[in-house]
């Protein structure tokens, strides 16, 4: 097994004249979780479809556990498994009818492509509803099932493309889980969302990708870290003290304190974290100015993302999935 | 190669697992060609005749046609659905064979035409209609009608693979198949239409077919000595091989596309 499982460089696709990749680059280690995290339309998509030898390219070298994509896709092919934004079931079918369906084109014999069934379902916990139609599965259940069809031979790398958009919390952990599963048990996955949450949650390293290429890369710490320092929030009770306080903040942390007046909320960068909490604490006794809150806050994804893109986060989705079923 | 013809069987087997899953759809398919045979026969056909015989053994060989028509909405769905719903992708991203899932469908779509042909077949017989020039006519007529399906079934999984939305694909069907049924000798014959509108329907690969399955049959309505009816076996073999040639490769052309 090679130690790298997904290499892309110089990645380039156009379409129609408009770069959707222009330079992407990727470096998956073997067994990890890599986050591509984007907004819409940042070519988070179309990078996994080109990985997945579902998608030509226009220029660049990709390799995907250990077969080039553009030379041997039919070797990839072998090696991986690909769920997209949607359950790409036969809805007409049974759950147990579907996943004897891609055992049999996955090319195992009639018996083997039944009892694999037959463990998956057993795995996802869809015994009870294996021959019930999957046009009739809940949300949670379709893509679970989605799951399982991509795991009918152990794949190597795992393509997850948004793997729990709309899905509700219940579902979206059990999909984590799963996820934390696989990669214990040694497969690679390429993990792309717009919740920043699911990213910190899951990947080992994530890969910021905007207009077409990466435009920062590391572990979540090492991404938040990269937007520097931690801020001191102070939410006060009274509106009024706002402008004292924001001059006290200043004179404590010495640096320019941001003001919200709606939420009451001030925040200054500090450095040493424990020094300006106690100072600022004492300060604001002093001054009598009463706090609702106060507290040593970490910079956020949401943040961090804010900071390396140029892009507000409101281009990115609501932190948590909404519940859709 | 085996593992191709393999991928396409059990595609087949898929699609026809679709027909043992949802009976209601059957069903349903059936009632417009019951409801043809009904309505023009018993209602109609008392008003009608042609050269003084049966309108109803005129008109079941058009039924069996048109029904095959029809059956070219169910295919361009299918397709549709499987493109959008992401089932396509997955296939292609899983070493199937690329072609598995047009042969398939193909090979499943004849399945179905076959069962089709049994049940009108059977209605046909219980309304009056027989055929008159015994065994072997009867199966190349059935022959024939068979061999517009499959290249119905091109045109279908080419239309499934352009049309954006499953949902409008049933909606572009039905303006597509009425008038070619309607300017066709399915219900009239041609030669009892204005002379433009006759050459028209005469020339309609529907009625090809249409006329060589009477004649097979030993229906009325031969259609006079026109050339077109006086050749409607080989037009019956040509139009279904024409359609093939455009459609099918328009199909994989569409189906290599996704990838680009």
């Known amino acids: 097994m090679t130690d790298t499982a997904i290499v892309a460089e110089g990645l380039r696709k156009t379409y129609k004249g408009v770069a959707a990749l222009d330079g992407f680059r990727l470096n998956v280690p073997a067994g990890t979780v890599c986050g591509?995290?984007?907004?819409?339309?940042?070519?988070?998509?179309?990078?996994?479809?080109?990985?997945?030898?579902?998608?030509?390219?226009?220029?660049?070298?990709?390799?995907v556990a250990g077969a080039d994509v553009a030379r041997e896709?039919?070797?990839?092919?072998?090696?991986?498994?690909?769920?997209?934004?949607?359950?790409?079931?036969?809805?007409?079918?049974?759950?147990?009818?579907?996943?004897?369906?891609?055992?049999?084109?996955?090319?195992?014999?009639?018996?083997?492509?039944?009892?694999?069934?037959?463990?998956?379902?057993?795995?996802?916990?869809?015994?009870?509803?294996?021959?019930?139609?999957?046009?009739?599965?809940?949300?949670?259940m379709q893509r679970r099932l989605d799951l399982a069809a991509s795991l009918i031979r152990a794949p190597r790398v795992l393509f997850l493309d948004e793997p729990t958009t709309?899905?509700?919390?219940?579902?979206?952990?059990?999909?984590?889980?799963?996820?934390?599963?696989?990669?214990?048990?040694?497969?690679?996955?390429?993990?792309?969302?717009?919740?920043?949450?699911?990213?910190?949650?899951?990947?080992?390293?994530?890969?910021?990708?905007?207009?077409?290429?990466?435009?920062?890369?590391?572990?979540?710490d090492e991404l938040k870290a990269e937007i520097g320092a931690d801020r001191l929030?102070?939410?006060?009770?009274?509106?009024?003290?706002?402008?004292?306080t924001a001059a006290?903040?200043?004179?404590?942390?010495?640096?320019?304190?941001?003001?919200?007046?709606?939420?009451?909320?001030?925040?200054?960068?500090?450095?040493?974290?424990?020094?300006?909490?106690?100072?600022?604490?004492?300060a604001l006794r002093d001054a009598g100015i009463a706090v609702d809150d106060l507290g040593i806050r970490r910079p956020t994804l949401d943040e961090a993302f804010l900071r390396l893109t140029g892009h507000a986060a409101a281009a990115l989705a609501p932190l948590s999935p909404e519940e859709t079923r | 190669m085996t593992s191709a013809l393999a991928d396409g069987w059990t595609?087949?087997?898929?699609?026809?697992?679709?027909?043992?899953?949802?009976?209601?759809?059957?069903?349903?398919?059936?009632?417009?060609?019951?409801?043809?045979?009904?309505?023009?026969?018993?209602?109609?056909?008392?008003?009608?005749?042609?050269?003084?015989?049966?309108?109803?053994?005129?008109?079941?060989?058009?039924?069996?046609?048109?029904?095959?028509?029809?059956?070219?909405?169910?295919?361009?769905?299918?397709?549709?659905?499987?493109?959008?719903?992401?089932?396509?992708d997955?296939?292609?991203?899983?070493?199937?064979?690329?072609?598995?899932?047009?042969?398939g469908r193909s090979a499943a779509d004849l399945v179905r035409a076959l069962i089709e042909m049994a049940v009108l077949l059977v209605c046909g017989l219980l309304v009056g209609w027989q055929a008159n020039r015994g065994l072997a006519p009867a199966l190349a007529a059935i022959g024939l009608i068979l061999l517009l399906r499959l290249a119905l079934t091109w045109v279908g999984m080419y239309l499934g693979s352009v049309v954006p939305n499953p949902d409008t694909v049933s909606l572009i069907v039905f303006p597509l198949a009425f008038p070619l049924t309607a300017l066709s000798n399915v219900f009239v014959a041609p030669e009892q239409m204005p002379a433009w509108l006759g050459a028209i329907s005469q020339w309609n690969p529907i009625?090809?077919?249409?006329?060589?399955?009477?004649?097979?049959?030993?229906?009325?309505?031969?259609g006079g000595d026109a050339w077109p009816a006086e050749h409607a076996v080989l037009l019956a073999v040509a139009w279904p091989v024409a359609l093939i040639v455009i459609f099918a490769p328009l199909a994989v052309r569409r189906y290599r596309m996704l990838g680009r």
Not at chain 1, 36 to 61: E, H, Q, Y
């Open chain 1, 233 to 244: 929030e102070v939410v006060v009770r009274d509106a009024d003290r706002l402008v004292d």
């Open chain 1, 166 to 220: 709309g899905l509700d919390p219940r579902s979206r952990n059990q999909v984590w889980d799963t996820v934390r599963k696989l990669v214990a048990d040694g497969t690679t996955v390429l993990l792309t969302t717009q919740y920043l949450d699911e990213a910190d949650q899951l990947a080992d390293r994530i890969s910021v990708v905007d207009t077409g290429r990466v435009v920062a890369e590391g572990t979540p």
């Open chain 1, 36 to 63: 591509l995290l984007g907004p819409n339309g940042a070519g988070k998509t179309t990078a996994v479809r080109i990985l997945a030898t579902l998608l030509s390219f226009d220029a660049g070298r990709v390799v």
């Open chain 1, 248 to 282: 006290l903040l200043s004179r404590v942390a010495g640096a320019e304190a941001d003001t919200d007046p709606d939420t009451r909320r001030l925040r200054v960068p500090v450095t040493d974290r424990v020094d300006a909490l106690v100072e600022t604490a004492r």
């Open chain 1, 73 to 140: 896709p039919r070797l990839v092919r072998e090696r991986i498994a690909l769920t997209g934004q949607y359950s790409a079931v036969d809805g007409s079918l049974s759950g147990r009818q579907n996943l004897v369906l891609f055992g049999r084109l996955h090319h195992l014999g009639r018996r083997a492509a039944r009892a694999r069934a037959d463990e998956l379902l057993e795995q996802f916990d869809l015994t009870g509803a294996a021959d019930r139609s999957a046009s009739e599965y809940s949300g949670g």
């Open chain 2, 90 to 103: 997955r296939f292609r991203s899983m070493p199937t064979a690329r072609s598995a899932l047009m042969v």
């Open chain 2, 207 to 222: 009625s090809a077919t249409v006329a060589a399955a009477r004649e097979l049959f030993g229906n009325p309505g031969l």
């Open chain 2, 11 to 88: 595609m087949t087997g898929r699609y026809l697992r679709h027909v043992v899953r949802e009976p209601e759809q059957i069903i349903l398919y059936f009632s417009l060609p019951i409801m043809f045979v009904l309505v023009f026969g018993y209602v109609f056909g008392s008003g009608m005749a042609v050269g003084g015989d049966s309108y109803r053994e005129f008109l079941l060989p058009g039924v069996f046609v048109m029904t095959q028509l029809y059956g070219l909405g169910a295919t361009a769905t299918a397709i549709s659905l499987d493109i959008n719903r992401g089932v396509v």
